[in-house]
């Protein structure tokens, strides 16, 4: 059709887009050319409405196409309505008037809590080994009190309060909170900084997690040891120190931790960034009832 292909040359030579672009958006404009023509051979660029538009979305989201790739083609006959108008092709643009479809946020990956019960608990992790002790320390850490790795690597011995079985994190902003902990995190750290002060290199550093040569520990080291540790137990491709952050806060509410105080724990400034964490849950939820109800 003319139309298109006045539309591509503009692309093309006016707005100097990419063979690739210009070949996209013509896909997308054929199939919803297709998709109306197909529904009614009568209708034309001039007579489709914003019915038609949403109705050939929601085709398109039955076929299985993500929401990012129906905005894209969404996008795609946006731009060519706006062209046709500008030229006086068609006299209205139907297209103004959808919205698309919300993109969905990917739910986070976090370890299962038997397979970090098999990891806390492996030789190489409760050994007399200062490397494997600080690793295991570094591991509880994180899923024990869900905090970031900026705030790991920040730490030092003063933040541990022992007695109130509580340590202080500063995190985004500067802002400070306290997060308690219980006896095995308790007892880790009291081992892991016996031996620590027991190494060679005892450099002066208030730092709690050092390298291997008294200094305090860098981001890249903790995203090393956490990415070898998890490997150990799981093939999933996220092996970082925030999968044991979101591995810390769905395991709290599978366990009954109401949101609000999970997003204290982790320092959320609103409970709506926590709620991602409920789909986590409801998706096991799902799982358990597909496997176990007789007719699911």
């Given at each position: 059709m003319l139309m298109?292909?006045?539309f591509l040359n503009y692309l093309r030579y006016e707005r100097n887009r990419s063979e690739l672009t210009v070949c996209n958006y013509e896909q997308s404009l054929r199939d919803f050319e297709a998709y109306f023509k197909n529904r009614d051979s009568q209708l034309s660029w001039e007579s489709v409405d914003s019915d038609i538009i949403r109705d050939w979305m929601?085709?398109?989201?039955?076929?299985?196409?993500?929401?990012?790739?129906?905005?894209?083609?969404?996008?795609a006959v946006r731009s060519f309505f706006r062209f046709a108008l500008s030229r006086g092709m068609v006299v209205r643009d139907p297209s103004h008037l959808v919205k698309g479809p919300k993109r969905q946020k990917p739910l986070p990956y976090f370890m299962r809590e038997d397979d970090m019960n098999r990891l806390i608990d492996l030789p190489q992790m409760c050994g007399e080994d200062y490397s494997g002790l600080r690793a295991r320390t570094i591991i509880i850490l994180f899923y024990e009190t869900g905090m970031r790795l900026a705030e790991l690597v920040a730490l030092n011995d003063q933040d541990i309060d022992f007695a109130a079985h509580q340590l202080k994190v500063t995190g985004k902003r500067n802002k400070q909170r306290i997060i308690p902990f219980g006896k095995e995190l308790e007892q880790t750290l009291a081992e892991y900084m016996e031996l620590r002060e027991q190494q060679p290199a005892r450099a002066d550093s208030k730092a709690l997690i050092r390298?291997?040569?008294?200094?305090?520990?860098?981001?890249?080291?903790v995203e090393r040891i956490v990415h070898d540790c998890l490997s150990?137990?799981?093939?999933?491709?996220?092996?970082?120190?925030?999968?044991?952050?979101?591995?810390?806060?769905?395991?709290?509410?599978n366990n009954g931790a109401g949101l609000e105080n999970v997003q204290k724990l982790l320092g959320h400034e609103s409970v709506?960034?926590?709620?991602?964490y409920t789909h986590t849950t409801f998706e096991q939820l799902k799982k358990a009832y597909e496997n176990a109800h007789p007719r699911a």
């Amino acid at each position: 059709m003319l139309m298109i292909e006045d539309f591509l040359n503009y692309l093309r030579y006016e707005r100097n887009r990419s063979e690739l672009t210009v070949c996209n958006y013509e896909q997308s404009l054929r199939d919803f050319e297709a998709y109306f023509k197909n529904r009614d051979s009568q209708l034309s660029w001039e007579s489709v409405d914003s019915d038609i538009i949403r109705d050939w979305m929601e085709s398109l989201m039955d076929k299985g196409d993500m929401a990012s790739t129906v905005n894209n083609r969404l996008s795609a006959v946006r731009s060519f309505f706006r062209f046709a108008l500008s030229r006086g092709m068609v006299v209205r643009d139907p297209s103004h008037l959808v919205k698309g479809p919300k993109r969905q946020k990917p739910l986070p990956y976090f370890m299962r809590e038997d397979d970090m019960n098999r990891l806390i608990d492996l030789p190489q992790m409760c050994g007399e080994d200062y490397s494997g002790l600080r690793a295991r320390t570094i591991i509880i850490l994180f899923y024990e009190t869900g905090m970031r790795l900026a705030e790991l690597v920040a730490l030092n011995d003063q933040d541990i309060d022992f007695a109130a079985h509580q340590l202080k994190v500063t995190g985004k902003r500067n802002k400070q909170r306290i997060i308690p902990f219980g006896k095995e995190l308790e007892q880790t750290l009291a081992e892991y900084m016996e031996l620590r002060e027991q190494q060679p290199a005892r450099a002066d550093s208030k730092a709690l997690i050092r390298n291997d040569k008294g200094e305090r520990i860098s981001r890249f080291q903790v995203e090393r040891i956490v990415h070898d540790c998890l490997s150990m137990v799981t093939t999933q491709k996220k092996r970082s120190p925030h999968v044991l952050r979101h591995s810390f806060a769905t395991a709290m509410l599978n366990n009954g931790a109401g949101l609000e105080n999970v997003q204290k724990l982790l320092g959320h400034e609103s409970v709506a960034t926590t709620e991602i964490y409920t789909h986590t849950t409801f998706e096991q939820l799902k799982k358990a009832y597909e496997n176990a109800h007789p007719r699911a």
